[in-house]
């Protein structure tokens, strides 16, 4: 796994060693790199992974794409929100048959999918932009923070219910959140959070990046439960 240097690498690269150190007869860790932000010349680390079979790509990941896959390794991509965010520059690039197949591990509905939430981020977005709207959804998932933003508006609604108009605060913000719960699709504790419990995503769906649609697909249409540690 390579990677610019964020605040959460460190973290990231010891949960993945550790998943894959807890099933050696599955998975054999080859180790994270850490560059410079701004990083465009991945040739060490290309070299370092060419042998992998999965590979999660840096968070600006078409320069290191074009290079793994011009010196013709063809190890599977896997990627999260944050390179979801980042589909435009795929689409400007040309790369969509360099990362086909790519995994996304993704924790809202993509802007293909029917669904409440999406319903009204789309109503939202062509609303209040709609001479940009097809390039911001051409752009990434950066507009589908609403489903977070929901969240938010709904815990404020309900410390508002619960203590006044009057009365609301940050103390009584907290206070609400430390039992907040949201169902979504049914599904109870879709989202919340506890007096320990600080990420409020409980699920994640898997994604997958198809070449000739030049889209992502949902490829499995359950939501998968996350494992948070103590």
Same mark, same amino acid.
């Given at each position: 796994?390579?990677?610019?240097?964020?605040?959460?690498?460190?973290?990231?690269?010891?949960?993945?060693?550790?998943?894959?150190?807890?099933?050696?007869?599955?998975?054999?860790?080859?180790?994270?790199?850490?560059?410079?932000?701004?990083?465009?010349?991945?040739?060490?680390?290309?070299?370092?992974?060419?042998?992998?079979?999965?590979? !999660?790509? #840096? &968070?600006?990941?078409?320069?290191?794409?074009?290079?793994?896959?011009?010196?013709? =390794?063809?190890?599977?991509?896997? @990627?999260?929100?944050?390179?979801?965010?980042?589909?435009?520059?795929?689409?400007?690039?040309?790369?969509?048959?360099?990362?086909?197949?790519?995994?996304?591990?993704?924790?809202?509905?993509?802007?293909?999918?029917?669904?409440?939430?999406?319903?009204?981020?789309?109503?939202?977005?062509?609303?209040?932009?709609?001479?940009?709207?097809?390039?911001?959804?051409?752009?990434?998932?950066?507009?589908?923070?609403?489903?977070?933003?929901?969240?938010?508006?709904?815990?404020?609604?309900?410390?508002?219910?619960? !203590?006044? #108009? &009057?009365?609301?605060?940050?103390?009584?913000?907290?206070?609400?959140?430390?039992? =907040?719960?949201?169902?979504?699709? @049914?599904?109870?504790?879709?989202?919340?959070?506890?007096?320990?419990?600080?990420?409020?995503?409980?699920?994640?769906?898997?994604?997958?990046?198809?070449?000739?649609?030049?889209?992502?697909?949902?490829?499995?249409?359950?939501?998968?439960?996350?494992?948070?540690?103590?």
């Amino acid at each position: 796994m390579p990677g610019g240097i964020w605040g959460y690498s460190n973290g990231v690269f010891a949960a993945m060693k550790e998943y894959a150190d807890a099933y050696p007869d599955q998975f054999d860790w080859a180790g994270a790199h850490l560059t410079p932000l701004g990083t465009f010349n991945w040739g060490p680390e290309v070299q370092s992974l060419k042998d992998c079979d999965y590979v !999660v790509v #840096p &968070e600006s990941m078409t320069t290191f794409v074009k290079e793994f896959r011009n010196a013709g =390794y063809d190890a599977k991509f896997l @990627g999260t929100d944050v390179h979801a965010s980042t589909m435009g520059l795929v689409h400007d690039a040309n790369l969509w048959d360099e990362i086909d197949g790519m995994l996304f591990i993704r924790g809202t509905r993509w802007w293909n999918e029917d669904e409440d939430m999406n319903d009204l981020t789309r109503q939202l977005l062509y609303d209040n932009h709609p001479g940009e709207a097809d390039s911001i959804i051409h752009s990434g998932n950066t507009y589908l923070v609403v489903a977070s933003i929901d969240v938010m508006l709904d815990m404020i609604a309900q410390t508002v219910e619960s !203590v006044g #108009p &009057e009365n609301f605060n940050s103390p009584a913000l907290y206070d609400i959140a430390q039992s =907040y719960s949201m169902t979504v699709e @049914g599904i109870e504790e879709f989202f919340n959070f506890s007096e320990t419990k600080r990420l409020s995503a409980n699920y994640y769906g898997i994604y997958e990046a198809r070449s000739t649609e030049r889209d992502l697909f949902r490829v499995d249409p359950e939501w998968i439960p996350i494992s948070h540690g103590p």
